[in-house]
């Protein structure tokens, strides 16, 4: 029986505050395969093209046929749960101060022997379970073995929960909650448990509908935010910054302007001034703070979620000053990324198609819908990923992209 | 000594046995829990020693076999330069438990085919304050990627998924493995070299500290700086410089046996026993104790299956029929294993077969077994993943072959 | 003559006999721009990012870098600002003579008015009324609107917008119009984002105060402050804005001499 997780007690002021310890991240490139597909929420292993054996550990050349034509592949996961350990010791500083720490063996239906990180609802061996990846406090990809049925409380599990980033219990950032998408994703993340949601929002003389309602929800605080501003941002990283779990990036500004189509730089600096440079102040008055509190007890932060565009992939011209914007949003959330890993902090892209809201109005369906969005982000701050494409118009753009970007761009300016 | 029949039957074309080839000098560099010093000590320790054990000059070894995992960034042609040696045959075998026997079957066939006259087989490790721990990220890529991150730490989470898996299977009790490391403690009590000196209860290994469940501390090997040696001559050299020596009757090697096995219970010997036996011209009955590679007890029970002291699954049964001190009905690490020795990182793979030929020659510094004529020293290790990829075996007789 | 009017000018000032009253509002980001719809270029609210702070960007000092639009906070509006004076000459910052940077200031008092109705217009009427008492507006004067709408310390009350747009006094088309033609003024001053009421698209033509004032050459004044501190005349005002070359404005510090 997992226990449900409680919310947890005030923290003690007095003591020092645990510092962010992260397990081994040191992998080879192939291994690296696996977190890459982790990072998307895909369990993947490498198949030989030429003989279909499954490999794991991850290696160069097929174990069976030396072919080195691997693939990587989606798996079932389907296995038989061989035998297990409780670990009481470790060498290791991570999970030393976090044992006891259950693991597996697992025998693939496929066939490779893996060892596995163990969900506490598994059934003792010999049992089926399913086994999936997913990223661990490094950022790295890791095996689990899960219950093949649902357990109550299966997101509790103590060691799942070092890999994901629910907002159970936990306070949240929203730093703009004037747009659809920044409600939503408000709503959402209330839905999901979390205590206490800040909701920013900038030019406070500008009304705009629901804002007043969201402020009134009992969990939610609304607070002054612009992220064009470096003394704003400052500011309320000063007041609550300190406090932030997970930071959800819903600030934007979109035009619909290429090149040709627009007089001056005014509008496509507007863009950049909130979309990057706006990351950019975000991240140095709130990243320090989320860094340090990266193992902080129960509810710890654990998260930092930017909604950037497929468009930051390759370029939509209709929308091209937009697009480029996103794209320096995209670079930037990689250093981002690699800054918080110390403080094992996820940093989560979303990469939505075509939001229904007013400047894509002029764009055919299908459009995502604001509350799908939340729900996507939702998603991936339970499963812990990095990269989110969520609706029919980003996973197919990703396909391309994937193929081959050239082909994209072609086919996007078409 | 006729050539079994078996022998080339089972093995191929032209397997030749060791009979005009000795092992002498057995020597082991007192172990210590943490050293300051570099394998490169060790190593030298060891040579001196068996020079002067064989009263040979520096300038007759011509062959150097090396197992280590602390000489980085050296490698064995890094002694030769360091120690002043100059030789004409050299090989480095890093490969923990196995690689006694496999430095043994190197060196073997280098002086039978008149490559090197005389081979030093040292293993020799160093052990600082945060060796181990260090060591264990960068043992192998497979255990970098798919073990370490899982927390375990070395090859402890392996073995407790194998010796759960095994008790399951075969209705082994926790109190068969214990009687194994009572035993060895008993024997190590009489070992002036063995770092555990306190004798060790049932209940104590019973209760003792959890690592990862089943095993608990008693079930593991300690970490510590040391050296095992000796030297391969032929048996004329060895006749006359006086030494006392043991010959080989017999020696196997396989690496990555059974790799479709879901999980480890068995070790190449399965694949090789019959022609080790066969070209000794022994059965397993004809053996006086047996220096298993007891890195977890549990190994040493499915050495004792694969090498034919019992079938299969069975193992538990056989250690409640026996007794493993050297005065009881089937010897075991007569000087205490590895469990209550110590583990000097590759000169655990030498430790059995030091022993053997100490055992064999009468040159005891633990207490002996009577009457031994015959022993056998195993080699296992190299977990590299899941599993032991190495196993060995060497099949030795005391004096006259 | 008048060397000893600026002499004692000069000496009125160092003893306080003449005091500067500061009608500028601070400039800080928190401080409202004029917002026009989505669709057109912005006026950049003001932004400030610090270059170095006595720290390892600059040991000994401190410095900042600005950005701003040219209407941003207390600003001057030169006539090239609108489509109706473009064609105009001398009508950019730059180009603006000097000399009508210096004025005298009449200052309406409509606080009264506009405390019961935000978008409350200033009529020919009311500075007839004015004149009545105070005496004819001089050629050449500045006409400032007092509303005491820089007391409103919170942007979101300084903006005043609700859905049908933004709710701040100014002057009616007609009475634009009549300082223009019948009094000659250099310009019209406002307290509130613009020299037009924020219903101002409405009247007659859309934004009467920027269409007429810079259709004559005429200047505009947004976002003074502390125009409750003025007499109702007898100040003498100065509104230089940046040299800009061919700019339609800049945020200035605007200054008032009075009596003490």
Redesign the interface.
Request: glycine share 4%; charged share 20%; no cysteine.
């Given at each position: 029986m997992i226990p449900p997780l409680t919310r947890p007690k005030r923290k003690n002021p007095m003591l020092r505050t645990r510092q962010a310890l992260l397990?081994?991240r040191?992998?080879?490139r192939?291994?690296l395969g696996l977190t890459a597909a982790a990072a998307l929420g895909r369990f993947e292993l490498q198949v030989c093209s030429d003989c279909d054996a499954v490999q794991?550990?991850?290696r160069e050349a097929c174990?069976r046929c030396l072919s080195d034509r691997l693939r990587w592949r989606g798996q079932t996961g389907l296995g038989?749960l061989?035998?297990?350990?409780?670990?009481?010791?470790?060498?290791?500083p991570?999970?030393r101060e976090?044992?006891p720490?259950k693991?597996?063996?697992v025998?693939l239906d496929v066939g490779p022997?893996?060892?596995?990180?163990l969900h506490s609802g598994c059934a003792p061996?010999p049992s089926r379970v399913r086994v999936d990846a997913r990223l661990?406090k490094?950022g790295?990809g890791?095996l689990l073995a899960f219950p093949i049925d649902e357990v109550p409380n299966m997101a509790d599990d103590r060691q799942l929960r070092e890999m994901t980033c629910d907002p159970k219990f936990r306070k949240v950032l929203v730093t703009d909650g004037k747009t659809s998408v920044g409600q939503a994703v408000a709503r959402a993340v209330i839905d999901a448990g979390a205590d206490l949601v800040w909701v920013g929002y900038a030019?406070?003389?500008?009304?705009v509908p629901g804002l007043a309602e969201l402020g009134a929800l009992p969990q939610v605080t609304l607070l002054p935010l612009?992220l064009?501003?470096?003394?704003?941002v400052k500011q309320t990283a000063a007041e609550i910054g300190g406090k932030v779990d997970i930071l959800i990036n819903t600030a934007e500004v979109h035009r619909t302007e290429g090149i040709a189509s627009r007089n001056?730089v005014?509008?496509a600096r507007?863009e950049m001034d909130v979309n990057y440079f706006g990351l950019l102040r975000l991240a140095q008055e709130f990243g320090p703070a989320m860094r340090s509190r990266g193992a902080d007890g129960q509810s710890s932060a654990t998260a930092w979620v930017n909604l950037l565009s497929i468009y930051a992939l390759c370029n939509y011209p209709a929308h091209g000053t937009f697009s480029a914007s996103k794209a320096a949003a995209l670079s930037l959330s990689q250093c981002l990324r690699a800054e918080m890993r110390q403080g094992g902090v996820r940093v989560i892209n979303v990469f939505p198609g075509p939001i229904d809201d007013e400047w894509n109005q002029a764009l055919p369906p299908p459009k995502l819908s604001a509350g799908s969005l939340a729900k996507a982000v939702i998603k991936a701050l339970k499963d812990g990923v990095e990269d989110v494409y969520p609706g029919d118009v980003a996973q197919e753009w990703l396909a391309r992209w994937q193929d081959s970007p050239k082909v994209l761009e072609r086919e996007v300016s078409l | 000594m006729v050539q079994s029949r078996e022998n080339s039957a089972v093995s191929g074309v032209g397997a030749r046995d060791y009979r005009d080839l000795a092992l002498v000098a057995p020597v082991t560099v007192p172990y210590v829990r943490y050293s300051i010093r570099n394998a490169h000590w060790f190593v030298a320790q060891a040579l001196s020693r068996l020079l002067k054990a064989s009263k040979l000059d520096k300038s007759d070894i011509d062959g150097l076999s090396v197992g280590s995992f602390t000489l980085a960034p050296d490698t064995a042609i890094g002694l030769t330069q360091h120690l002043g040696l100059t030789v004409r045959w050299l090989d480095h075998v890093p490969l923990g438990g196995a690689c006694g026997v496999v430095a043994l079957r190197r060196a073997l066939r280098a002086v039978q085919a008149g490559d090197a006259d005389v081979v030093a087989c040292i293993g020799a490790d160093t052990n600082h304050v945060d060796s181990f721990r260090e060591s264990l990220g960068s043992f192998s890529v497979f255990a970098r990627d798919a073990v370490f991150p899982y927390g375990s730490g070395g090859p402890n989470a392996s073995f407790a998924f194998l010796t759960s898996y095994y008790m399951r299977t075969f209705g082994a009790t926790r109190e068969d493995f214990g009687k194994l490391c009572v035993a060895q403690r008993d024997n190590a009590l009489g070992y002036r070299h063995a770092l555990f000196k306190k004798p060790l209860t049932l209940d104590e290994y019973l209760d003792a500290r959890p690592i990862a469940d089943p095993i608990r501390l008693f079930d593991c090997v300690m970490p510590c700086a040391g050296a095992e040696a000796f030297l391969v001559m032929t048996r004329q050299r060895a006749q006359a410089l006086g030494l006392p020596y043991v010959s080989v009757r017999s020696t196997c090697e396989r690496h990555n046996a059974f790799p479709d096995d879901p999980i480890q219970m068995r070790g190449g010997w399965v694949l090789d026993r019959d022609r080790l036996y066969g070209a000794a011209g022994v059965e397993p009955s004809d053996i006086d104790f047996v220096q298993t590679y007891d890195d977890y007890p549990v190994m040493s029970v499915i050495q004792l299956e694969d090498l034919g002291f019992c079938e299969k699954g069975e193992g538990a049964e056989f250690v409640r029929r026996h007794t493993f001190t050297t005065d009881g009905s089937f010897p075991i690490n007569t000087s205490g294993g590895q469990l209550s020795v110590g583990q000097a990182g590759c000169a655990a793979g030498f430790l059995g077969l030091v022993e053997s030929i100490r055992q064999l020659t009468g040159q005891n510094l633990a207490r002996s077994v009577p009457e031994a004529r015959l022993g056998m020293a195993v080699g296992f290790g190299m977990i590299t993943y899941d599993r032991g990829l190495c196993s060995g075996a060497a099949i030795l007789s005391g004096g006259q072959a | 003559m008048v060397a000893s009017t600026l002499i004692s000018l000069a000496a009125d000032l160092a003893s306080r006999r003449i005091r500067v009253v500061d009608l500028t509002q601070t400039l800080a980001p928190e401080f409202p721009p004029i917002v026009l719809p989505p669709e057109f270029g912005q006026c950049l609210p003001f932004r400030i990012e610090e270059v170095s702070r006595y720290d390892e960007r600059g040991p000994a000092w401190y410095w900042n870098n600005f950005s701003c639009g040219e209407h941003t906070g207390t600003h001057f509006d030169a006539p090239v600002h609108w489509v109706s004076g473009r064609d105009l000459p001398n009508n950019a910052t730059d180009t603006i003579p000097v000399q009508e940077l210096v004025g005298a200031a009449c200052v309406i008092d409509c606080s009264q008015e506009v405390s019961a109705d935000p978008d409350f217009l200033l009529t020919t009427d009311h500075v007839l009324r004015w004149e009545s008492v105070h005496g004819r507006i001089a050629p050449r004067a500045w006409v400032l609107m007092r509303t005491d709408w820089s007391k409103r310390t919170d942007p979101v009350a300084y903006q005043n917008y609700d859905a049908t747009g933004q709710h701040t006094p100014g002057p009616a088309a007609e009475v634009v119009r009549f300082l223009i033609e019948e009094r000659d003024v250099v310009g019209f001053g406002s307290e509130a984002i613009g020299t037009d009421a924020g219903q101002g698209y409405h009247l007659k033509p859309p934004y009467p105060c920027h269409y007429y004032m810079h259709g004559a050459g005429r200047y505009g004044l947004q976002c003074l402050a502390n125009l409750d501190l003025l007499p109702p005349t007898g100040a003498v005002i100065f509104c230089a804005p940046l040299k800009i070359r061919n700019g339609s404005g800049s945020p200035i510090r605007a200054l008032a001499l009075v009596p003490a």
């Open positions: 397990p081994p040191a992998r080879s192939a291994a794991y550990p991850p174990h038989e061989l035998s297990t350990t409780t670990v009481h010791h470790s060498h290791d991570f999970f976090r044992v720490w693991l597996g063996m025998r022997t893996l060892v596995v990180h061996p661990d490094s790295q890791v030019e406070p003389w500008k009304l612009d064009s501003d470096s003394r704003s001056g005014e509008t507007s | - | -």
